[in-house]
Structure formats: C-alpha cells, structure tokens
C-alpha cells in the first residue's frame, strides 16, 4: 500500500479529514508530527488545512521553518510528491514550494461554502484521475486565499502550463475579477491553484478531503487524492526497514 | 555584549491591494472625517538584538525582517534604531500625555 504522510502542524484542523481522505483513496494514510525532521518514508506528503502556529505574522510562515517542513522541502526538491490544501497552499508559498501569496480575501470576510473550479492540467500527479476538467465543486474555508503574483509571474505561470484549478461560475466560464461572486476571495486571474515548475509540488485553496464522500454533499475532490495517491504509488521509494 | 533594540515596520508594497486598509479607510467617513486617502495597515515587530556592535545586530534584525517578518513578494519593511534614551523619552512623554 502506498503510504502518504498528512503533516500535523499545531494548528491544523484538516489532517483527520485529509487521512480520511486518503484512505478512501487507497493510501496508507500516516499522521507526520511538525517537530519530526524525518517523513517516515512516505511516498507523498499532504499539507492539510487549519491555522498552523495561529497563523501569526502572515498565514503559513512560521510553519516554514519547522523540522518537518525541512524535510519536506528536501523531499520537494528531490522531485517527491507534495500537496498543499488552503493552509498548507499558504505554508508552500510562504517557503517558496510554489510561486506567488496569498492575500486577505478582498470581501475582507472569512468565507466558507461551495465553489466551483476546473482543472486546467489533467497531465500532473494531482489531476491525472480528475477524467473531465470540471466544473468540480468542493468547499473553501479561508480568511487568506486571494492569490497573488506580479504579472510577469503570472503571465510565466499561464505560458508554463502552471495554473492547475481555477475558479468557475455555474456555466463553467472562467471567474471574473473583483466582484464577481464565482472568484470568491478576488485572486488575480481566477486562480485557485497552481503547480511548481517541476510538476511536483502544488497547492490549492478549495478542499479536496472534505469534498471526497457522497455523505460530505460531494465527491468531486476525491479524484484529486486518488491521483496523487496513484502517482505516489508510482514513484513508492524503498520503504524503511527494507534494506537489509 | 551589548543589547540594542530595534523596530521592524512592515507594510503593503506600493501597487498591492490592501483590503485591511481599504476597509480602514471606508470607516472614516463614519467618524466625520474627510480628506483622509492612502490608508495602508502592516505591522510592527520591535525586538532586542545582543550583539557587539549596532551593525552587527542589524545585520541579524535585516536577515529577520527579510525572511519572517515581511514576505518580499508583497511587503516592504524599515527598520529603526530604538535607543536606549529615545525609548525612555518617548516613555516619559507618553507618562505625561496621560496626566
């Protein structure tokens, strides 16, 4: 079974959802303490959602500097699996996993209900099951998750095929800017979740676990999971205790 | 070993939307107030540095000011000496503020 490590941060409050999650996805779903400098030989890591460290100072960066997050980072640049939900979107960019910030909603409110977004890969490690581009519909929970980046960053990320979900209206049309009730927190160019230059690492802010069990209202986010689930299967490094 | 202190003043970049001071700003007009505009909100981290000279622990405050306190991507931030007398001054004239 591959195993897939959900990073506990003290803070977090979607890693139970997230294991869950990955279960229901086929992993071996592993809780990964903060202070452990080691990800027990976990195939893929998950930064799960929540508010880790109290987000004090800026949503995400104090989280950057904690043991596991050094691992992580290590992990990331040997080319190992890594997938941030809302927070975890936050700490990635805060260490610079993934490119551009995510700023205060600009409705200033903290915003939790449905969206809706599409895939615009379905070729990476966390979309390759989604099947159809969407419109999936999942469920955000953010104070922080206006996305941005200058626009030379931005237009490097739509060139590079680095935007990975973006948010939709009902008809599936891309969200407009400020305003427009479909891009709920006003990120630049409707983005709701972007990929690394190396196709490794991602983050988004709308939460696959909690959109992955028909009981939750719906399973659009499970195809995300099984993806990575199904790609970290693929790159299953030698588990510990193996070499003998 | 000397201790020196300084403040770290952390705001929105220039061009970068502010919703905090935006909303601030929204506010003024309940307070009777006009012609107030460029509201900007950030945040300020005062800390103690000891070291052997002022250079050296400002070294350390901008080495924390560029990689914790502020995210370069889309805040900026000063730093101010905060003496020892200035400190005290400032306590004094704020003790006499409140008489």
């Known amino acids: 079974m591959t195993r897939v490590g959900v990073v506990v941060f003290p803070g977090s409050n979607c890693d139970r959802d997230t294991l869950r999650g990955l279960e229901l996805a086929g992993a071996e779903a592993v809780p990964l303490w903060h202070e452990q400098g080691s990800l027990d030989g976990c195939a893929a890591v998950v930064l799960p959602g929540g508010f880790a460290y109290g987000d004090y100072l800026r949503a995400g960066v104090i989280a950057r500097f904690s043991p596991v997050m050094r691992a992580v980072a290590a992990f990331a640049g040997e080319g190992g699996l890594v997938l941030g939900i809302c927070n975890g979107f936050q700490v990635l960019a805060e260490a610079g996993l993934v490119p551009g910030a995510l700023l205060r909603n600009r409705g200033l409110r903290f915003l939790g209900r449905d969206v809706q977004v599409v895939a615009e890969r379905l070729d990476t490690p966390f979309t390759s099951l989604v099947g159809e581009r969407g419109p999936l519909r999942m469920p955000i929970a953010h104070g922080e998750g206006c996305y941005f980046a200058d626009e030379a960053t931005l237009d490097g990320l739509e060139r590079d095929g680095q935007v990975l979900f973006r948010y939709v209206d009902g008809n599936g049309m891309q969200a407009g800017a400020e305003g427009d009730p479909a891009n709920p927190n006003g990120s630049l160019r409707a983005i709701a979740g972007v990929v690394n230059a190396r196709g490794n690492v991602a983050g988004l802010m709308p939460h696959p676990e909690r959109a992955s069990d028909r009981l939750l209202g719906s399973e659009d986010g499970l195809p995300i999971l099984r993806s990575l689930v199904e790609a970290a299967s693929r790159a299953q490094r030698v588990p510990v205790g193996a070499a003998r | ?99």
């Open chain 2, 1 to 99: 070993m000397t201790e020196f202190r300084f403040a770290v003043n952390v705001v929105p970049k220039p061009g970068i939307l502010d919703p905090q001071g935006r909303a601030v700003e929204g506010s003024l007009a309940h307070l009777g107030v006009e012609g107030v505009s460029g509201v900007r909100v950030g945040r300020r981290v005062e800390l103690s540095v000891a070291a052997a000279s002022e250079a050296e622990a400002r070294a350390t405050v901008e080495r924390l000011a560029q990689e914790l306190f502020s995210n370069p991507l889309i805040e900026a931030f000063e730093i101010d000496a905060l003496d020892g007398a200035k400190a005290q001054a400032s306590a004094a004239a704020a003790a006499g503020g409140a008489r």
